[in-house]
Every structure is written in C-alpha cells, then in structure tokens.
C-alpha cells in the first residue's frame, strides 16, 4: 500500500519542516546515520537500576544496536557524541497505546474521515516525526480503519520517514454499532470474528485487538457495557495465538475488564472499572485478582490531560480519588503498569508521552525510577520487545536519549532531550545557535 497519493511530497516537506522547526535539519542528521558512534562523558540510567551511574560510562554504537557498554571494544568511532556535564543516557520511551491516524485536534470521530487520504498521512508522517524527536522511539498503535499507520510502519523501518518504531493492530475486533464500529472490525458470531482476525493478518499487523465494553470515542456504545464473553475472548485469543500474535484489549466496565482477563488477553488497555456514575466507580478488588492471576499487564492510557483533574477547589477530585484507588489496587495485587496515553483522542497530541508520565506518577503514585521502568523496560516486556529494545544493554537497538540531568530525579528533564537516538539513526541533536 502506498502511504502517500501522486502531488503531495511538496506539502509533506513543508509539514516535515514545521514538526522539526528549532532543530538541526534532518538532512544534517543524516550525515550521522549509518555511522559508528561513541556517546561519551554521561551517565546512564539502564532502564533496571535502582540508580544511574556514579560516573560517566560511554556507549559504542554500530549497525543500529548497543555494541557495548562501558568496554571499549577497540573499534574507532566515526562519531563522537560529547556530552556535558551532568548528562544522562537513557533508553528510548515506548508509548504503549496511541493512534496515528487520528488527529487530536477534531473532536468528533465522524470528522476524522472528512480529511482527505493524503492529508491523513502527511499528518502521520508529521506525527511520526514529532514522536521520535521527542523521545518516543517505540509505539504501539491501538487502532485505525484503513492500515495505513502499518504503511508508515514500513516506511519507517525503510528509512522514508523518521519517526518511532511502530506495532499495529489494524482493525479491532468489536460488535455491529459498538465501539469503533466505523473502523470495519465489526463481527457478530465465530465465523465473522475468524474472518476479521484473519484480515489483519493478511495485512500483516503485530498485535489484535478486541473491544471488550463500549467506550467514550463511540456515543451510545455504553463504557460500561461488555461487547464479548470470556469465552468468545479467549476463542479470539486462540484465533491470534495460531497466528503468532498477542492480544490487547479494549476494557472500561467492570464485567468487560473480568472477561479479557479470563479470556487470556496480554494486555489490558485503561481498565478504569467504570460504571454510570464514571470512572472507579466499579472497583473489584477480585478482577484485580484475575488480572494478576493471568500475569496481563494493565496500560491505564494516562496523559497530560489528566493533571487537571487532580484536583479542584484546592481538594482531590472524585476522579482523582477512585482512579488513584483503583490503580493503587493494581500495584498491591503486583499487576504491572505500562505507559501509555491513547494519543489521538481529541486534545491528546503524539508527542506529549513526557506529560503524561508526570501525570501517571501522581494517580498510581509512582517513583520517577517506576514511571519510566513503566515507559522502557516494562512495557517492552508487555509488548514483546524485551530482546530488541528497553535497556540500555550490549546487542538491543539504540534507542538512546541523551539528557540534561537525571530524570530519576526529575522527570521535566525528559521536556527537552538533548539527542535522541532511534535505531542508531539521530533523531535529534542540540540546537546550534549563531
């Protein structure tokens, strides 16, 4: 499938050129790709450790992948990356749900597809390159109708485009006028859920994805209302797994979030226990249980939206309040959390992961050290990616971010990264001033 129409590369640049307006010109980034680098003078947070680094340990770079750390393998760099003082390395950010062909700033879905094809992925191309210079290096994305994110998957991967490594799920699988129906995943018995399944395969997407409840995106759909049983979840599960792939799953209400978790699901996407009186109304501390019993991980889909509704009057909000509860119950049962933030939604722009971050650490009340475990090494665990990237470690991807200061300190050190590397390949450099 070809990502963009025959007389838009004109606009695409311009587009390209105001995503990355204030940096070096990606065709200076350029000269670097492909060649042997050396980060030196930093210290690195590994994405396990309890700490960063006393001192500063350099990182040599070939073919894309971590070719060590802190050994000097006797090869010589054909560049040299020179940090200043009190800089620390760190893995690339993985955003675990978003939506690159949604655009944040139309508010209805039905406005979605009155933008014209070529204007929806010059806008993903712009999207994508917004992600990587921001940090976000790997991202999951949780949903589109027309696979077109998966051709700019690959021409990511070809080196046409810069921006995140991307896994997508294509179509998700939901019931006639349920969630995301206008998407074209709707299927109402066993033989229609096969075929659906099917055709993302054939399009040759990572994960699938299921619609559990209703959600907020499709009025009359009812967050609270279960879409499948656990055993047509666990059907569509077996359905993925002959097909290599994992399952996420779409879960606000209380009986939606039990049924993914009995049907075997992966990973359990916001998982807010609505019920009509809103989000966290519908605690079950037993679900909880279930969730960590089938060892998913839970992706609240938290962003920087959210930290206006900490609180109001100068007191936590309800929502605050029941949110907080329902993710400090996940934490004590052990469930683990991953970083995400459904980018895409009205008012949630790709590039802000570092946001919701901030915002995540308040509502599940997490160290800077758990909130970004929660964006690189456990949530390339959830995603499969533990052997490709996540960890600053000899042999995985160079997915590098070259910070100010140390974020297990503050996690606004993340605002404005100084480099950022994604495949080996700089996404970003330092500002040269005249």
């Not at 991953?338 to 995540?360: K, N, Q």
């Amino acid at each position: 499938m070809a990502l963009l129409g025959h007389g838009s590369l004109r606009m695409m640049h311009q587009i390209l050129r105001n995503a990355t307006q204030g940096h070096e010109s990606s065709a200076e980034e350029a000269k670097i790709r492909g060649m042997d680098i050396k980060i030196e003078g930093a210290r690195i947070w590994d994405g396990e450790s309890h700490e960063s680094s006393k001192s500063p340990i350099s990182i040599w770079i070939s073919d894309g992948k971590i070719q060590s750390v802190g050994v000097d393998p006797g090869v010589s760099a054909q560049v040299v990356i020179a940090c200043p003082e009190g800089s620390v390395v760190i893995p690339g950010l993985i955003d675990a749900h978003i939506h690159m062909d949604l655009d944040p700033m139309i508010l209805k879905p039905q406005g979605q597809f009155e933008v014209s094809r070529d204007d929806r992925d010059l806008r993903m191309i712009a999207r994508a390159a917004a992600m990587v210079r921001a940090g976000i290096t790997t991202a999951r994305d949780l949903g589109g109708g027309e696979w077109r994110e998966l051709a700019l998957r690959d021409a990511i991967l070809r080196e046409e485009h810069p921006g995140p490594r991307l896994l997508c799920v294509g179509q998700p699988l939901t019931v006639p006028k349920g969630h995301c129906h206008f998407w074209g995943g709707a299927a109402q018995n066993e033989r229609e859920r096969s075929k659906v399944i099917q055709r993302q395969l054939d399009h040759e997407v990572d994960w699938i994805k299921v619609m559990a409840t209703g959600g907020v995106f499709t009025p009359g759909s009812g967050v609270d209302r279960a879409q499948f049983s656990a055993g047509e979840i666990a059907e569509m599960v077996k359905l993925a797994e002959n097909g290599g792939k994992s399952v996420a799953a779409h879960c606000h209400g209380r009986e939606g979030i039990q049924n993914a978790a009995r049907g075997g699901v992966r990973t359990i996407e916001h998982c807010t226990f609505a019920g009509q009186g809103g989000f966290g109304v519908d605690y079950d501390p037993g679900v909880v249980q279930e969730i960590a019993a089938q060892q998913a991980w839970v992706s609240p889909t938290i962003n920087g939206n959210w930290q206006r509704r900490l609180v109001s009057e100068g007191e936590p909000t309800d929502f605050h309040r029941r949110t907080r509860a329902v993710l400090a119950g996940l934490r004590g049962a052990g469930v683990p959390l991953i970083a995400s933030t459904d980018a895409g939604i009205p008012g949630v722009r790709h590039h802000t992961l570092w946001t919701g971050l901030v915002a995540m650490s308040h509502y599940a009340a997490l160290s800077p050290r758990e909130t970004l475990e929660s964006a690189t090494s456990e949530s390339a665990r959830a995603l499969g990616l533990e052997n490709v990237c996540g960890l600053v470690k000899q042999g995985l991807s160079a997915d590098l971010l070259i910070l100010s200061g140390d974020p297990l300190l503050d996690l606004g050190q993340l605002a404005e990264p100084l480099w950022v590397l994604a495949r080996g390949r700089v996404a970003r450099r330092p500002e040269v001033r005249a």
